[in-house]
Protein backbone atom coordinates (compact mmCIF):
# COMPACT_ATOMS: atom_id res chain seq x y z
CA UNK A 1 0.00 0.00 0.00
CA UNK A 2 2.95 2.18 0.77
CA UNK A 3 4.61 1.27 -2.36
CA UNK A 4 1.66 3.03 -4.79
CA UNK A 5 1.59 6.07 -2.64
CA UNK A 6 4.97 7.82 -4.11
CA UNK A 7 2.72 7.19 -7.78
CA UNK A 8 -0.41 8.42 -6.65
CA UNK A 9 1.40 11.83 -5.51
CA UNK A 10 3.20 12.25 -8.61
CA UNK A 11 -0.35 11.55 -10.89
CA UNK A 12 -1.58 13.65 -9.04
CA UNK A 13 1.16 16.40 -8.97
CA UNK A 14 0.86 15.72 -12.78
CA UNK A 15 -3.05 16.47 -12.93
CA UNK A 16 -2.24 19.56 -11.27
CA UNK A 17 0.07 20.88 -14.04
CA UNK A 18 -1.64 19.83 -16.94
CA UNK A 19 -5.26 21.92 -15.39
CA UNK A 20 -2.25 25.14 -14.91
CA UNK A 21 -1.31 24.92 -18.47
CA UNK A 22 -3.50 27.88 -20.17
CA UNK A 23 -5.50 27.28 -23.24
CA UNK A 24 -4.23 29.09 -26.52
CA UNK A 25 -6.61 31.96 -27.48
CA UNK A 26 -7.79 30.74 -30.81
CA UNK A 27 -9.50 34.43 -31.61
CA UNK A 28 -5.91 36.12 -31.80
CA UNK A 29 -4.42 35.77 -35.41
CA UNK A 30 -1.08 33.28 -35.23
CA UNK A 31 2.12 34.80 -34.76
CA UNK A 32 3.78 36.16 -37.66
CA UNK A 33 7.21 34.26 -38.42
CA UNK A 34 10.41 36.43 -38.66
CA UNK A 35 10.17 37.16 -42.30
CA UNK A 36 6.72 38.58 -41.83
CA UNK A 37 8.24 41.24 -39.48
CA UNK A 38 10.04 42.65 -42.63
CA UNK A 39 7.24 42.57 -45.23
CA UNK A 40 7.36 45.78 -47.75
CA UNK A 41 4.53 47.51 -48.23
CA UNK A 42 2.05 49.81 -51.50
CA UNK A 43 2.21 52.94 -50.93
CA UNK A 44 -0.11 55.43 -52.83
CA UNK A 45 1.30 57.86 -54.65
CA UNK A 46 0.46 59.86 -58.01
CA UNK A 47 1.94 60.10 -61.92
CA UNK A 48 2.13 63.13 -63.47
CA UNK A 49 3.02 64.52 -66.37
CA UNK A 50 2.62 68.25 -68.03
CA UNK A 51 2.13 69.62 -71.46
CA UNK A 52 3.08 72.91 -72.34
CA UNK A 53 0.58 75.11 -74.53
CA UNK A 54 1.52 78.15 -76.16
CA UNK A 55 -0.65 80.40 -77.34
CA UNK A 56 -2.32 79.48 -80.62
CA UNK A 57 -0.97 76.56 -80.52
CA UNK A 58 -3.05 73.71 -82.72
CA UNK A 59 -1.73 70.70 -82.33
CA UNK A 60 0.89 68.68 -79.79
CA UNK A 61 4.33 69.08 -80.68
CA UNK A 62 6.56 65.63 -81.51
CA UNK A 63 8.31 65.65 -78.09
CA UNK A 64 5.19 65.79 -76.09
CA UNK A 65 3.39 63.29 -78.08
CA UNK A 66 6.02 60.76 -77.80
CA UNK A 67 6.16 61.55 -73.90
CA UNK A 68 2.17 61.41 -74.05
CA UNK A 69 2.89 57.80 -75.37
CA UNK A 70 4.99 56.74 -72.81
CA UNK A 71 3.14 57.56 -70.27
CA UNK A 72 -0.23 55.90 -72.01
CA UNK A 73 1.89 52.60 -71.58
CA UNK A 74 2.69 53.65 -67.42
CA UNK A 75 -0.91 53.77 -67.07
CA UNK A 76 -1.96 50.30 -68.46
CA UNK A 77 1.09 48.69 -66.61
CA UNK A 78 0.58 50.27 -63.38
CA UNK A 79 -2.32 52.77 -63.44
CA UNK A 80 -5.62 52.48 -61.03
CA UNK A 81 -8.85 54.26 -61.57
CA UNK A 82 -9.10 56.72 -64.34
CA UNK A 83 -6.60 58.53 -66.23
CA UNK A 84 -7.19 62.38 -65.52
CA UNK A 85 -6.55 64.94 -68.24
CA UNK A 86 -6.81 68.37 -66.66
CA UNK A 87 -7.30 72.06 -68.64
CA UNK A 88 -6.49 74.95 -67.99
CA UNK A 89 -9.51 77.45 -67.98
CA UNK A 90 -9.73 81.27 -67.81
CA UNK A 91 -6.38 82.02 -68.65
CA UNK A 92 -4.31 83.08 -71.53
CA UNK A 93 -4.08 80.02 -73.42
CA UNK A 94 -7.38 78.87 -72.78
CA UNK A 95 -8.10 78.01 -76.30
CA UNK A 96 -5.36 76.95 -77.34
CA UNK A 97 -5.16 74.25 -74.44
CA UNK A 98 -8.77 73.00 -75.34
CA UNK A 99 -7.29 71.86 -78.79
CA UNK A 100 -4.42 70.72 -77.60
CA UNK A 101 -6.38 68.65 -74.81
CA UNK A 102 -8.67 67.22 -77.69
CA UNK A 103 -5.30 65.98 -79.27
CA UNK A 104 -4.06 64.58 -76.52
CA UNK A 105 -7.07 62.80 -75.69
CA UNK A 106 -7.08 61.19 -79.48
CA UNK A 107 -2.89 60.46 -79.19
CA UNK A 108 -3.94 58.68 -75.48
CA UNK A 109 -6.70 56.72 -77.17
CA UNK A 110 -4.13 55.54 -80.01
CA UNK A 111 -1.56 53.84 -77.23
CA UNK A 112 -4.29 52.30 -75.85
CA UNK A 113 -6.38 53.52 -73.52
CA UNK A 114 -9.99 53.84 -74.05
CA UNK A 115 -11.79 56.66 -74.20
CA UNK A 116 -13.93 55.58 -71.29
CA UNK A 117 -10.65 55.59 -68.99
CA UNK A 118 -10.31 59.19 -69.42
CA UNK A 119 -11.42 61.79 -67.35
CA UNK A 120 -11.36 65.50 -68.35
CA UNK A 121 -11.10 67.73 -65.72
CA UNK A 122 -10.14 71.81 -65.54
CA UNK A 123 -8.74 74.14 -63.21
CA UNK A 124 -9.20 77.91 -62.75
CA UNK A 125 -5.41 79.83 -64.22
CA UNK A 126 -6.70 82.85 -63.18
CA UNK A 127 -5.44 84.79 -66.17
CA UNK A 128 -1.91 82.92 -66.67
CA UNK A 129 -0.48 80.38 -69.15
CA UNK A 130 -0.84 77.20 -67.61
CA UNK A 131 -0.11 73.41 -69.06
CA UNK A 132 -1.97 70.59 -69.81
CA UNK A 133 -1.66 68.12 -66.80
CA UNK A 134 -2.27 64.00 -67.47
CA UNK A 135 -1.99 61.89 -64.14
CA UNK A 136 -3.25 58.81 -62.85
CA UNK A 137 -2.53 56.72 -59.23
CA UNK A 138 -0.35 54.15 -58.72
CA UNK A 139 1.27 52.96 -56.13
CA UNK A 140 4.98 52.61 -55.30
CA UNK A 141 6.48 49.75 -53.30
CA UNK A 142 8.32 50.99 -49.75
CA UNK A 143 10.71 48.20 -48.84
CA UNK A 144 12.09 47.16 -45.39
CA UNK A 145 14.86 48.65 -43.34
CA UNK A 146 17.29 46.18 -42.73
CA UNK A 147 19.21 46.21 -40.02
CA UNK A 148 23.46 45.79 -40.82
CA UNK A 149 24.52 42.36 -40.29
CA UNK A 150 28.05 44.36 -38.82
CA UNK A 151 25.30 45.72 -35.92
CA UNK A 152 24.45 41.71 -34.80
CA UNK A 153 26.16 38.95 -33.23
CA UNK A 154 25.12 35.80 -35.68
CA UNK A 155 27.45 33.53 -33.72
CA UNK A 156 26.40 33.52 -30.68
CA UNK A 157 22.06 33.17 -30.55
CA UNK A 158 21.50 31.77 -27.14
CA UNK A 159 18.00 31.87 -27.73
CA UNK A 160 18.01 29.98 -30.80
CA UNK A 161 15.80 32.35 -32.58
CA UNK A 162 16.36 34.08 -35.48
CA UNK A 163 18.43 37.50 -35.55
CA UNK A 164 16.78 41.16 -36.30
CA UNK A 165 17.34 41.12 -39.82
CA UNK A 166 16.32 37.69 -40.64
CA UNK A 167 14.58 37.66 -44.35
CA UNK A 168 14.67 41.14 -44.48
CA UNK A 169 16.63 41.31 -47.79
CA UNK A 170 14.60 39.00 -49.55
CA UNK A 171 11.68 41.33 -49.15
CA UNK A 172 13.76 43.71 -50.14
CA UNK A 173 14.63 42.57 -53.73
CA UNK A 174 10.79 41.54 -53.24
CA UNK A 175 10.00 45.25 -53.57
CA UNK A 176 12.45 46.21 -56.10
CA UNK A 177 11.45 43.32 -58.48
CA UNK A 178 7.46 43.61 -57.95
CA UNK A 179 5.62 44.29 -61.30
CA UNK A 180 2.95 46.02 -59.79
CA UNK A 181 3.50 47.23 -56.12
CA UNK A 182 -0.19 46.84 -55.70
CA UNK A 183 -0.23 43.53 -55.56
CA UNK A 184 1.93 43.99 -51.98
CA UNK A 185 -1.64 45.81 -50.42
CA UNK A 186 -4.29 43.39 -52.09
CA UNK A 187 -4.39 40.54 -54.62
CA UNK A 188 -5.88 40.84 -58.15
CA UNK A 189 -9.12 39.81 -59.29
CA UNK A 190 -9.30 36.65 -60.62
CA UNK A 191 -9.86 35.92 -64.05
CA UNK A 192 -13.17 34.04 -65.43
CA UNK A 193 -12.06 30.41 -65.68
CA UNK A 194 -11.96 28.60 -69.23
CA UNK A 195 -15.17 26.18 -69.11
CA UNK A 196 -14.75 25.38 -72.36
CA UNK A 197 -11.58 23.98 -71.63
CA UNK A 198 -12.64 22.48 -68.07
CA UNK A 199 -15.46 20.74 -69.71
CA UNK A 200 -12.83 19.05 -72.64
CA UNK A 201 -11.08 17.51 -69.94
CA UNK A 202 -13.67 16.63 -67.52
CA UNK A 203 -15.78 14.71 -70.41
CA UNK A 204 -12.13 12.97 -71.36
CA UNK A 205 -11.55 12.18 -67.54
CA UNK A 206 -15.46 10.65 -67.50
CA UNK A 207 -14.87 8.58 -70.66
CA UNK A 208 -11.29 7.07 -69.41
CA UNK A 209 -8.72 9.30 -72.11
CA UNK A 210 -6.07 11.18 -71.69
CA UNK A 211 -6.84 14.75 -69.99
CA UNK A 212 -3.39 16.58 -71.35
CA UNK A 213 -2.35 17.47 -75.01
CA UNK A 214 -0.59 15.19 -76.63
CA UNK A 215 3.48 16.20 -77.03
CA UNK A 216 5.17 15.61 -80.45
CA UNK A 217 8.18 13.81 -81.09
CA UNK A 218 10.19 16.68 -81.01
CA UNK A 219 9.24 18.24 -77.91
CA UNK A 220 9.89 15.22 -75.68
CA UNK A 221 13.68 15.56 -77.67
CA UNK A 222 13.64 18.73 -76.44
CA UNK A 223 13.10 18.68 -73.30
CA UNK A 224 15.02 15.37 -72.55
CA UNK A 225 17.88 17.33 -73.81
CA UNK A 226 17.05 20.24 -71.69
CA UNK A 227 17.39 17.77 -68.67
CA UNK A 228 20.54 16.66 -69.62
Partial sequence: MNSR???????????????GVPKPDLTQPPLASPVDL?????????????IAVAPGQTQLAGADRAQLQAFAGDYLRYGHGPLVLETPSGGANSEAASVLAADARRALAEAGVSYAAIAGSTRDASGEAMPIL???NR?????????????????HQSNN????SFGCA???NLAAMV?????LDHP???TARNSGRRDTVMDAYRQGDQTHADRSTDERITISNAVQ
Fill in 134 to 136: VSF
Fill in 179 to 183: EDPAD
Fill in 188 to 190: RDM
Fill in 38 to 50: HEPTAVAAVARVE
Fill in 161 to 164: QPWA
Fill in 5 to 19: LPLLVVGLTALTACA
Fill in 139 to 155: FEARPPECAPLWEQDLA
Fill in 170 to 172: TNF
